[in-house]
């Protein structure tokens, strides 16, 4: 493995030091970071213009493009997320539990860091910053493998943050920015047992997908957002309407926008006849059942349909006869991310909170809150749609696990 | 997959009904568990017979043929164990954070079970049992995958335990026991996604593996426990002898059991003059580092025995040159399952559980409490020697996850 070893090997031994060095070393390690970044933001535009480049000679998608530019607004926004994470809390060293048992050993479950992180993601740049700056707060060790489309963009702020390691006096192997254009290092990181504590892949199906099958490390997935608004015989029109356009026209390339309208039938005739024409003017491409059908600009919707993430102006939309056709269509084809109810009837809402299975569940608001930030917990990882560990916003503290110490006096167990 | 595939479209279905029953329903099913194991003793007892029968004509080994078979005070103490789980907290519905945005968005994180969880296991029948109930406590429905070795005392355990649940109205299919002699089954279970929630497998390495190696769904290991007692150069003498006996001795086939002493060189000739006397006149057979090889009874240890769970009255010896040796072996060549330093010096003993990767560190105490009732946490799935989700051992709480619910009154994200 040579040099990939290496990396493995450093990221291994220098999270054993780095997972005790305390909270204003690691501070100082951001702010130095965030500082380099403003002071090296030509080198950042230079390197990052060589990405672009690549892609528009490569005729690569207009939204890919969007997402791998860096400009003097983004910098300064990932210098901000630096800072937003430095003032977090570190969850390092908290003790989550502790008590006296009767022979007297005293236990405590304190917070630790993981070890070493291995995060695999695709074309913005600012997750590098991120993600480092994440695993920093978080005394974790992190291996970062970028997409091969923005791979001077990454390997620029890697620099950039080795650089504040190096002057911060820190061991240098703390972030590791890895190039990776074939998959090679990718495949070895995933069968690095006892160097890689963690992998969280980042980004369309097929990556997840190729790393939950060939990873002999546990695996948090950040997967595909099919979201549903359910608008319920009960619910009020306007708020009915508020809803499921911000739910799919605020921004409908994230993760926690709607993908299917479903609607009670006894509301479907005065809710879409509005809503269609609003969808319509919205630019919205609308695909639907047999009964949505019967609404001006819905075409026939296939079942492929229904489990499908558009991350664009199209929805499907379907009309059930109950409230639990809408939880069962949900618990079927949803992908456990963020699903709501629209409704004033209290009884409805509160058997949608507890029967619909997802990270999160919404009476009466939009989907699109889910969300790190507008939940309060500062920055986030991504969205974990899985149910082990950590479900939901990924912050800091789940960046962490626990280690149970006990204080003895020469107890032993009969 | 015909009848499989009904397993796992049942368990599902269950699952969804079963995670929002309450606790008084999930209590009284337990007791009826524990009446009925009780009244069916002669059924239980005539099955085992047939596992040990099996286990005698294939000259199956002595320590497995005792953990197979069943008695009177076996069942007592399997019916106790329903009994204790039955009388924990029920996690399932408690609010782990809560608070109101700025926007007026109540948001709480509460806990619900994880849905289907997958458990596999060896010999022991009294897994099945423990399995099932703590499964229920926490609102899960589970497949158990046993040994083929105990096919007839699982099936009939199962068999008791699916009376129960239909004398309850339940829907049988919240208990799976499942009879799988080649592996058929699990190779289904492994991949059968959208289905199955987690999966733990608890037994020998190599099953471990394999489960890591397949499977498609979230794995939560109950590995091996490696685990060291290292004696500083300010030990208390009497207290290292009483703590390095228990460790090895008190129950040599369980995993918190310790298989690696490490002695500090200062104190090697005083300790292990005495020491390596107690442990032959207790049948322990000795290895160790050339160092080591210097006292009584002590044979050479390969590198491989310093990986080894013996899980016998067998341990390896290592004279170290400092309190960071013995840390570096311990994270070279443990488990990060239960590991101790016996001590007098305050430094020594916090850097010894600060730079320890492992789930339990101990100070002057023997590992061998790394248990849930031990801890106070009540009956247990398993140790986990993983870091993510739960580390150490598992109790009810750890069986579930948790679930954003959100209250709005019609916000929308501008």
Redesign the interface.
């Known amino acids: 493995m040579g040099c990939d070893m290496d990396i493995f090997l450093g990221a291994k031994n220098a999270s054993?030091e780095f997972?005790?060095v305390g909270s204003n070393k690691k501070d100082e390690l951001l702010m130095k970071i965030s500082e380099l970044i403003d002071k090296q933001r030509k080198f950042i535009l230079t390197e990052n213009a060589k990405d672009i480049d690549y892609a528009v000679k490569n005729s690569l998608k207009e939204s890919l493009l969007d997402r791998l530019l860096l400009n003097e607004k983004r910098i300064d926004s990932m210098i901000n997320g630096v800072m937003e994470i430095q003032k977090q809390d570190d969850p390092v060293g908290s003790i989550e539990m502790g008590?006296t048992?009767p022979n007297g050993?005293i236990?405590e479950?304190i917070r630790v860091p993981?070890?070493v992180v291995g995060i695999i993601y695709e074309s913005r740049p600012n997750v590098t910053v991120d993600a480092a700056a994440l695993c920093i707060k978080s005394g974790n060790v992190c291996i970062l493998r970028g997409g091969k489309e923005a791979v001077h963009s990454n390997l620029a702020l890697g620099k950039i943050i080795k650089d504040a390691i190096i002057s911060a006096n820190l061991n240098e192997y703390i972030v590791n920015v890895v190039e990776d254009p074939n998959r090679e290092f990718l495949n070895k990181m995933l069968k690095a047992k006892g160097f890689v504590?963690?992998i969280i892949p980042r980004g369309g199906e097929s990556l997840i997908s190729y790393v939950?099958?060939h990873s002999?490390i546990?695996?948090?997935k950040h997967d595909k957002g099919v979201c549903h608004v359910y608008i319920d015989n009960f619910a009020?029109k306007d708020?009915a309407i508020?809803?499921a356009?911000?739910?799919k026209v605020?921004r409908p390339g994230v993760c926690n926008a709607m993908e299917t309208l479903l609607v009670h039938h006894a509301v479907a005739n005065e809710f879409l006849t509005e809503m269609v024409e609003i969808y319509h003017n919205n630019s919205v491409e609308l695909v639907g059942c047999k009964r949505a059908q019967k609404f001006n600009h819905v075409k026939p919707a296939t079942e492929d349909d229904w489990y499908t993430e558009y991350l664009s102006l199209k929805l499907s939309i379907k009309v059930v006869d109950s409230l639990y056709e809408a939880i069962d269509h949900i618990?079927k084809y949803g992908s456990g991310h963020s699903e709501a109810i629209v409704t004033e009837n209290y009884s409805n809402a509160m058997e949608f909170?507890?029967?619909v299975?997802?990270?999160?569940?919404?009476?009466?608001?939009?989907t699109?809150?889910?969300d790190g930030g507008?939940?309060?917990l500062g920055a986030e990882v991504g969205i974990s749609t899985?149910?082990?560990?950590c479900?939901?916003p990924m912050g800091v503290k789940d960046l962490t696990?626990?280690?149970?110490?006990?204080?003895?006096?020469?107890?032993?167990?009969?």
């Open positions: 054993r997972s005790s008590t048992r050993l236990i479950k993981l070890g504590d963690l939950t099958e002999l546990p695996v948090i009020l708020m508020n809803i356009l911000n739910a605020s618990n909170l507890k029967r299975d997802a990270a999160a569940v919404y009476v009466n608001a939009s699109r809150f889910t507008e939940f309060g899985q149910k082990l560990h479900r939901g696990t626990t280690k149970y110490i006990i204080f003895g006096n020469g107890q032993v167990r009969v």
